[in-house]
């Protein structure tokens, strides 16, 4: 049995490595229904896979073990090694599903584009790279797979390469990235000199006795790497742009895949962080500031892919604060619900671009709902989930987050409990705008695209339907398990003094199974958090329904905050005059005074001078005269003679 379910860790992975190479490199013979039919089945087949080694898990069946060693360097193991636990045993079903929603969809998304195996390739590679980091049970695995998905991130951003905007947004989320990498290596190096191994369960059992500066260093560092993959704040600016890709790559990054690394990383590292009280706050610090300040700009943004963008930074936000608060169960419980009701979102906001030829800009929308019925029914089930409405997947666990830091002892918690409540007010002011914008009102579009506007076809709705199911039940199905019945077991490690889901969990001393959802949903109706999630669709309501001119007189009246929002609080002018500017700068420096100067003028050129000096001195021993070649010899007989005969 043992070996049986170790071909079957390997399969999960591998199934989707080889149709990725089959689609791209046999992808002309094969053709696109080839591609499409070798990759959908290969992803089908590593989540169906994937829900055996889930059920095998929860029966306690867990592995923790190398496969193959790749290298030994001084002593130490270089492997690829797997380790199934609760934790990774829930990513892969979950990036198995979403990945296999979005190959789906993708045959009616991308039908038409003269890159479609090329697509399929990619997508199936990525999810491989994922799947890779998840399963990981060493830093050194870790590494490739963090490294894998964001090389092919790169080429599916700039999939459609023709597009300058296209380029320009993927070298940006691949050099944005590469920042934070560095980070990520130096906190590996630092592992592997501190502890001198690789491998998970050496390095959490001795790091209790290592030196507490250098675990917060490790922490902080490999956090600097997670700020990067997950798109925290300074690190985050690659994330909006990276909507030049093609919509389902879109909900595929930004759902469970890349963005939720990092979030998957810290969490996997929950026995360091637990050392270090220092890098618990400066997680919980920069996740408040991206789930706020990132949901502001989704407010003033008008590309339909952009606003789900920010909304996905700003739960990246809630899900980094979890973490901090060492609510780790919290914020994989909400990585989850994200995961299907993100995809949902941005699947469905792909729904509306293809029956308007492609148009993103929600100003040219409205009316939709008629026209689109499963599109409209599915968004609203998406947006429900990602504001918190009471029942909805999001509401279990976006409610726990913001309760848990509400009981954390850290000096920061103060802090990112005002700023992760305000933003439920933006979160559902900015949702609900897009739902009124695209699909209430009177249609914006033009008369030709008015009426051709209809439903998508079946490749598309089926699986808006499919995750909009679990956006609705997942919550309340696992809000038990996950939160208060130590789903996760040892996979996870929180310190009693750190325990905030414990404090949670005392709210509700003797509520279990529907009582305790009742319980939790009565409870969120009485916090402050529902009653400004009522506040900000109410407010959404009235000024783009009730009074649609109301929006641009607002933004003239608070012309200032209107600007800096649309700016994007300048980062990308900082980054632009300060680093890629800078950068040009230095090697402009380096140019002049290094290449020209340096190099060519004293090193190249000062050679070829100091050659020509020496040679016009040696010529003029090289006279040709005999007569003068005859005296120099004789000169040189009697020198010889002088010196070695004896008078």
């Known amino acids: 049995m043992f070996e049986n379910m170790k071909l079957i860790y390997l399969a999960i992975p591998l ?82 599903f979403v990945s296999f929603m979005v190959h789906v969809y993708t045959v009616g998304y991308m039908q038409d584009d003269p890159g479609y195996q090329r697509f399929f390739s990619y997508i199936a590679l990525f999810t491989f790279s994922m799947l890779m980091l998840v399963m990981s049970n060493n830093f050194l695995q870790l590494f490739f797979g963090w490294e894998a998905v964001g090389l092919v991130s790169y080429l599916l951003i700039g999939f459609w390469f023709q597009r300058e905007s296209a380029i320009a947004a993927n070298l940006k989320a691949f050099l944005v990235n590469r920042v934070g990498d560095l980070g990520f290596l130096l906190g590996v190096a630092a592992v ?43 690190l985050h600016v690659w994330l909006p742009d990276s909507m030049e890709g093609p919509t389902p790559i879109s909900a595929l990054i930004h759902a469970a895949t890349m963005v939720t690394a990092g979030i998957f990383m810290v969490a996997r590292m929950s026995p360091l962080y637990e050392l270090s009280e220092t890098a618990l706050n400066v997680v919980m610090v920069v996740g408040a500031i991206t789930a706020f300040f990132m949901a502001l700009i989704g407010l003033v943004q008008n590309d339909i892919k952009r606003v789900v963008a920010y909304s996905t930074l700003s739960q990246l936000g809630y899900m980094t604060v979890a973490m901090g608060a060492s609510a780790y169960a919290a914020g994989i419980f909400h990585l989850t619900t994200h995961a299907f009701f993100k995809a949902l979102l941005f699947l469905a906001a792909g729904s509306v671009i293809i029956s308007l030829h492609h148009e993103q800009d929600m100003r040219s929308m409205g009316g939709l709902r008629k026209p689109m019925p499963i599109t409209y029914l599915t968004a609203i089930i998406g947006t429900l989930a990602l504001v918190g409405f009471p029942g909805f997947s999001g509401f279990f666990s976006k409610d726990a987050i913001i309760e848990a830091v509400h009981k954390s002892d850290l000096p920061a918690a103060g802090f990112a409990y005002v700023a992760l409540t305000a933003g439920v007010f933006v979160t559902a002011f900015y949702s609900f705008r897009l739902l009124f914008l695209t699909f209430h009102g009177r249609p914006r579009m033009d008369q030709e695209v008015r009426r051709h506007v209809k439903e998508s076809p079946w490749v598309v709705t089926v699986p808006l339907v499919l995750l909009a199911i679990p956006s609705i039940v997942f919550g309340a199905w696992y809000v038990e398990p996950m939160l208060f019945g130590g789903f996760f077991g040892d996979s996870l490690k929180v310190l009693p003094h750190h325990d905030t889901l414990a404090k949670l969990a005392s709210d509700h001393p003797e509520a279990t199974g529907v009582e305790l959802v009742l319980d939790l949903i009565l409870h969120g109706m009485l916090a402050p958090p529902f009653w400004l999630f009522l506040v900000g669709a109410v407010a959404a309501w009235v000024m783009y329904i009730d009074k649609p001119d109301l929006p641009e007189k607002v933004a003239r009246r608070f012309g200032v905050v209107y600007r800096v929002l649309m700016n994007k609080y300048g980062f990308d002018e900082f980054n632009e005059r300060v680093f890629a500017r800078g950068a040009r700068r230095i090697g402009d420096v380096f140019w002049r005074v290094g290449d020209a100067r340096v190099i060519d003028g004293w090193a190249i050129n000062g050679t070829a001078r100091m050659v020509g000096w020496i040679s016009g001195i040696v010529r003029h021993i090289q006279t040709g005269y005999v007569y003068h070649y005859a005296f120099a010899m004789i000169i040189g007989l009697f020198l010889l003679m002088t010196l070695f005969l004896k008078v």
């Open 192 to 234: 592997a000199y501190l502890f001198g191994s690789l491998d998970y369960s050496v390095v959490f059992s001795v790091a209790p006795q290592a030196d507490g500066v250098w675990i917060t260093a490790i922490c902080l560092l490999l956090f600097i790497g997670a700020m990067g993959k997950s798109a925290q704040v300074p």
């Open 15 to 96: 199934n989707c490595l080889v149709a990725s190479f089959i689609a791209g490199v046999f992808g002309k013979q094969i053709g696109r229904a080839g591609a499409h039919t070798v990759t959908i089945l290969a992803v089908a087949a590593s989540f169906a896979l994937s829900l055996v080694v889930y059920v095998d898990v929860l029966d306690g069946n867990k592995f923790n073990g190398p496969i193959y060693t790749w290298a030994i360097s001084d002593g130490i193991p270089f492997e690829i090694g797997f380790l199934i636990d609760e934790l990774s045993a829930t990513m892969m079903a979950v990036v198995t």
